[in-house]
């Protein structure tokens, strides 16, 4: 069955630096998310995109925060300077289209910044 | 604004019992709701989902749920535990009628199964 997959599982990064976290969405799905979830909090939703642009973003997704989709299979979220309060699970989902509103999240990447 | 609550923080249910977990949400229109179960360490899995319908709707893993609009709720229910169903158990609501609709979670609940 397909499944999103997310790399790296762990990254842990010093204040200040920046991070790359890669996903890889299930294929021909449209819609792509960042959610992410501190540790003991609920899950929040960090930004959406579509048709190559954002579509929706939360107050959390400030100008630190960007989103790419470099080529036909990866998506990508960058932190240009992290922060300790960063510091939580992020995951990736994907959403089949416009008649389908699940989305399936991938495993999550853990950033600890130090 | 949108919202989902969950009342219970965390629910200890003895293997073999029936398990009900409640889920209430603030939404204007008719809601697209979730139930995502989360196991430690692990990603969010989708258990089950109602967009329209019949009202009330199986899922994975022996999972159903029912929603009530006259109570604004999506109770998520199991006639028969196993060890291996405890978990975080998150409801969510999908949010906006935009096509890139955003979900909206619960803060979640908590599942462990007594022996």
């Known amino acids: 069955e397909p499944e999103v997959t997310q790399t790296p599982s762990h990254q842990v990064t010093q204040m200040g630096q920046e991070v790359i976290l890669r996903c890889v969405p299930i294929?021909?799905?449209?819609?792509f998310y960042w959610y992410r979830q501190i540790l003991g909090q609920k899950v929040e939703f960090l930004v959406s995109?579509?048709?190559?642009?954002?579509?929706?973003k939360s107050e959390i997704f400030d100008d630190q925060f960007s989103v790419e989709r470099p080529d036909g299979s990866n998506f990508t979220l960058k932190i240009r300077s992290t922060k300790l309060e960063d510091s939580a699970m992020y995951f990736c989902?994907?959403?089949?289209?416009?008649?389908?509103?699940?989305?399936?999240f991938g495993p999550g990447t853990r950033l600890t910044v130090t | 604004a949108q919202s989902v609550t969950q009342p219970d923080i965390h629910i200890t249910v003895s293997e073999g019992a029936s398990l009900e977990l409640r889920c209430n949400y603030s939404y204007g229109a008719t809601p697209y709701l979730f139930w995502y179960v989360q196991s430690p360490g692990q990603g969010l899995q989708l258990l089950l989902k109602?967009?329209?319908?019949?009202?009330l709707v199986q899922g994975i893993k022996g999972f159903e749920a029912e929603f009530k609009r006259s109570q604004s709720s999506f109770n998520l229910r199991k006639p028969s535990v196993h060890w291996s169903d405890a978990a975080e158990y998150f409801c969510?609501?999908?949010?906006?009628?935009?096509?890139?609709?955003?979900?909206?979670f619960g803060s979640g609940t908590r599942l462990s199964i007594r022996p």
């Open positions: 294929s021909n799905h449209l819609y």
């Open positions: 989902a994907s959403r089949p289209g416009l008649n389908s509103y699940e989305q399936y």
């Open positions: 969510a609501v999908g949010a906006g009628y935009s096509s890139a609709s955003k979900i909206i």
């Open positions: 995109f579509y048709n190559n642009e954002i579509s929706e």
């Open positions: 109602y967009f329209s319908g019949d009202t």
